[in-house]
């Protein structure tokens, strides 16, 4: 499995965008890159996956470069609700065995007003 | 969509007594995963199961821990005996596994304090 470096802490203020950049410069060519979300006391959140180029949902965008070896997460306009640790995970695609999680530290990201 | 269910919320117990975690999945997930979430850091897999079959085991301390599956559906995850350093959350985790339905749904997770 591909190790992946994310930064330990960000911080940002209501209303601005947030990059969260994960490098991964072992992915391997199968590999799918997938971000979770946790909040205190709860179990992490699917955000998004994406393999390359850029995805797009209601919540957030995924940025991946051609060489595939780091990755963005964008979330828009941050509010306060989106303090929380970020984890990037890049592992095997979905199959008839599951996929594999595997967690790494994550990023806290913590919004202020 | 009922969520992944874990039982009990909180759990108190002494050193080198023994504790069962107990999941129920989201239907028609044939993924489970179990982690363990000490504080602070993130989430490390304990075991996942295909159906009723182990898929990784790998970082399951099987001299005190141990899980199953049965009927593909349930799990249960058991220490015995418990040490100090157990204390952690315990989640649990489902998913279809398939391309089109790539997510995981976590419970809310079992904390786990051994005294």
């Known amino acids: 499995l591909a190790k992946t470096t994310q930064p330990i802490s960000m911080d940002s203020y209501e209303g601005q965008e947030v990059n969260i950049t994960c490098s991964h410069n072992?992915?391997?060519?199968?590999?799918?890159i997938t971000w979770y979300q946790q909040f205190p006391s709860q179990g992490p959140r699917f955000i998004i996956q994406?393999?390359?180029t850029k995805v797009t949902n209601e919540v957030a965008s995924l940025f991946i470069p051609a060489d595939r070896k780091s990755s963005t997460l964008s979330l828009p306009r941050v509010s306060l609700s989106d303090t929380a640790v970020y984890y990037c995970?890049?592992?095997?695609?979905?199959?008839?065995?599951?996929?594999?999680?595997?967690f790494g530290k994550g990023t806290t990201l913590s919004v202020s007003s | 969509e009922a969520g992944v269910a874990q039982s009990p919320r909180y759990k108190i117990i002494e050193k080198r007594q023994s504790v069962a975690f107990w999941c129920n999945p989201i239907?028609?997930?044939?993924?489970l995963y179990w982690y363990q979430q000490i504080l602070g850091q993130g989430p490390k897999l304990l075991i996942q199961?295909?159906?009723?079959?182990?898929?990784?085991d790998s970082q399951l301390p099987k001299d005190r821990f141990s899980a199953e599956r049965l009927k593909g559906v349930d799990s249960t995850l058991k220490i015995q005996p418990a040490k100090l350093e157990d204390s952690a959350v315990y989640l649990c985790?489902?998913?279809?596994?398939?391309?089109?339905?790539?997510?995981?749904?976590f419970g809310q997770g079992t904390r786990l304090t051994v005294v």
């Open positions: 994406g393999y390359k």
């Open positions: 239907s028609g997930h044939a993924t």
């Open positions: 072992n992915i391997a060519t199968n590999d799918y």
């Open positions: 199961f295909q159906n009723n079959g182990v898929v990784d």
């Open positions: 985790a489902s998913s279809y596994g398939t391309p089109i339905n790539p997510e995981a749904f």
């Open positions: 995970l890049v592992g095997d695609p979905p199959n008839q065995a599951g996929t594999a999680l595997i």
